[in-house]
């Protein structure tokens, strides 16, 4: 099927009280791996990439690479670009084709935020894209402040306030996660994820998947996060596997068979994380 906007999936989640995983992919192969397990699942996905990683990718081709991949599957699969951190950035993945954006100016103070989302979200509107915000700061998991200390975490009056002054579409919150590798267990606030949950009703997202333990990613899906943004792990996972595969010296030392290797231990994780998001009903 063609590509489906992220909102309308998350719209689906919430109605099956299911989470849907957001992988930051950057190339074909780490794009395909996830197409096809998802498929194979029918399980749906979002397909996201850094604008860091347009230097392996440009925004452009990853955009036509995915809307490609995803046309020759049944399940519905989103395109969204992730942490877009301006204006100019969002409006290249547009032109890229992205059916769906994130604006992430969260380390700005609450007026700037609120300005830049607005402006991201009135372009994409006019365009039929939907857009996800960011408000309380998810910082980076190798800073321990950055998801202990209450101070980043988002106010349910101001995410209130946040989605009525921007009309972003979907909401990613703070309530204990960062990105990257935790140098401590994260312990995540869930009565104030039921607040937020409680007192608004866009789609919720948590960032900073990777590394959270199993039992408290369950209750976040259960109190009302709907996307799970997934990067680190994945990453990490791609070089492991690579790397085993070329120490056990099985395969011929040749590019394409290192990824045709790779594929079935691949698939095997991202069905794992898949599946606990999206447990069969
Ligand atoms: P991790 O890299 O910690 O999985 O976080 C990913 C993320 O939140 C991307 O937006």
Redesign the pocket.
């Known amino acids: 099927m063609a590509l489906e906007k992220a909102i309308e999936i998350l719209r689906y989640a919430d109605r099956q009280n299911k989470c849907v995983i957001g992988f ?1 992919a950057f190339d074909l192969e780490s794009a395909k791996w996830i197409i096809d397990t998802a498929e194979e699942e029918q399980i749906p996905v979002i397909m996201m990439i850094y604008p860091g990683d347009k230097s392996i990718t440009p925004l452009s081709t990853f955009g036509a690479m995915v809307r490609d991949l995803a046309q020759q599957v049944k399940v519905p699969v989103g395109l969204m670009l ?2 877009g951190p301006n204006f100019e950035t969002c409006m290249e993945a547009v032109r890229g084709g992205f059916t769906s954006m994130m604006i992430d100016t969260s380390h700005l103070d609450f007026e700037e935020n609120v300005r830049q989302t607005a402006e991201v979200v009135k372009a994409c509107h006019c365009l039929g894209i939907d857009v996800e915000g960011e408000l309380g700061h ?1 910082g980076i ?1 190798s800073r321990e402040d950055d998801y202990k200390n209450t101070d980043n975490f988002t106010r349910v009056d101001k995410a209130v306030e946040f989605i009525e002054r921007t009309g972003v579409d979907i909401l990613a919150i703070s309530i204990g996660t960062a ?2 590798s935790y140098i401590s267990a994260p312990q995540l606030d869930l009565t104030r994820l039921e607040q937020i949950n409680h007192a608004t009703d866009i789609p919720l997202v948590l ?4 590394g959270v333990p199993e039992e408290q990613l369950r209750a976040a899906f259960a109190r009302g996060i709907n996307k799970l ?5 994945y990453k990490l996972k791609l070089y492991e596997v690579a790397k085993t595969l070329m120490e056990q010296g099985e395969i011929r030392p040749r590019m394409s068979d290192l990824m045709l290797a790779m594929a079935e231990p691949m698939r095997d994780f991202i069905r794992s994380i898949m599946r606990l998001a999206w447990p069969a009903s």
């Open positions: 930051d992730d942490h998810v998991a990105h990257g960032h900073g998947g990777t943004n997934y990067a680190t792990g």
